[in-house]
């Protein structure tokens, strides 16, 4: 959670807003507030811990979380995934895979109610309905994007459900994502109300799962929506970025102990000033006599990263 965070605020300069990035089990919020992340006491077992954590409140709802029906209607998306499950997803098959599909009800794991939806195909092949599948339902994902897949398989693997829920396969694909995007906008107006909100707010997608439920919470909340660049690898770029390094070249003949120690100082000094923690610098200075160089490498982490890593 602290990566994606880290990106939020270093790659896509995100001032005032939430940032909510979709796995494909489960989803991270947190909210921004001009340009620094909230943070919260922890609380383990209902005790409060005076110990301040960064505030990344996660929910059951991704772009592969299943469907649960109960007395002939939607009861809930999630909180278990294909993945917990063990299936793969049916957007992802093949078209001709899908001949007299038939509904079955499962228990994903030991303690979980029989109520999640699979379907298994002509095939004989079990696949997991999931939001990201409804998404491809209701084509309302771009060719390029991450959870893009084979919407006439994904329609097909609907029928079934729709059927019995006597509705269309767009309503129910519409339904499962209602509910999917209104528990991502439950969390942020819970946010919106511990946290002094004094500008306009916005709502980014991250994560694999971004394009199908994020939009459609920022279209709850009436805010305006954005889809993070490179989405899918968002936290592997903040963790990238908030690692930083400079080099640093002098022309001194025969260096001494002072030159060394200077230029170590002069280095630590233009990491700290692009935004590193003084903490975590660490410097390695070489001498080459041939050319009449002293050189300093300095590499360290962004404060931002630091602090939360700490935390």
């Not at 975590?280 to 200075?285: A, C, L, N, P, Y």
Request: proline letters at 4%.
């Amino acid at each position: 959670p602290a990566a994606g965070v880290s990106a939020a605020i270093l790659y896509e300069r995100i001032g005032n807003g939430f940032f909510v990035e979709v796995g494909g089990t489960s989803t991270d919020i947190s909210m921004i507030l001009n340009g620094k992340p909230q943070k919260k006491q922890a609380m383990i077992g209902g005790n409060i811990i005076y110990l301040k954590t960064l505030d990344v409140r996660t929910i059951g709802v991704a772009g592969g979380s299943m469907i649960r029906v109960s007395k002939g209607k939607i009861v809930d998306v999630g909180p278990r995934s294909a993945h917990i499950a063990g299936y793969s997803y049916s957007c992802f098959s093949e078209s001709d895979e899908w001949k007299n599909p038939k509904v079955r009800f499962v228990k994903p794991i030991e303690g979980d109610t029989d109520d999640y939806v699979v379907v298994e195909s002509g095939g004989g092949n079990v696949f997991a309905l999931t939001t990201t599948c409804a998404a491809n339902v209701l084509g309302i994902l771009k060719s390029d994007d991450y959870s893009h897949g084979n919407s006439e398989a994904a329609k097909k693997a609907f029928e079934p459900l729709a059927e019995i829920l006597g509705s269309s396969v767009e309503e129910l694909a519409r339904e499962v994502l209602r509910i999917s995007s209104e528990k991502i906008a439950v969390v942020c107006r819970q946010l919106m109300t511990e946290y002094p909100v004094e500008s306009a707010l916005s709502l980014t997608g991250g994560g694999g799962g971004a394009s199908v439920v994020a939009p459609g919470a920022a279209e709850v909340l009436k805010l305006p929506y954005k889809r993070s660049r490179d989405a899918e690898v968002v936290s592997a770029i903040g963790v990238g970025m908030a690692l930083m390094k400079n080099v640093l070249e002098k022309s001194v003949v025969d260096p001494t102990e002072s030159d060394l120690k200077l230029l170590r100082t002069e280095i630590i000094r233009t990491l700290v000033d692009s935004g590193a923690d003084p903490d975590s610098i660490e410097v390695e200075v070489e001498i080459d006599k041939q050319q009449n160089l002293i050189r300093a490498t300095a590499t360290g982490a962004s404060s931002l990263v630091s602090s939360l890593s700490k935390e």
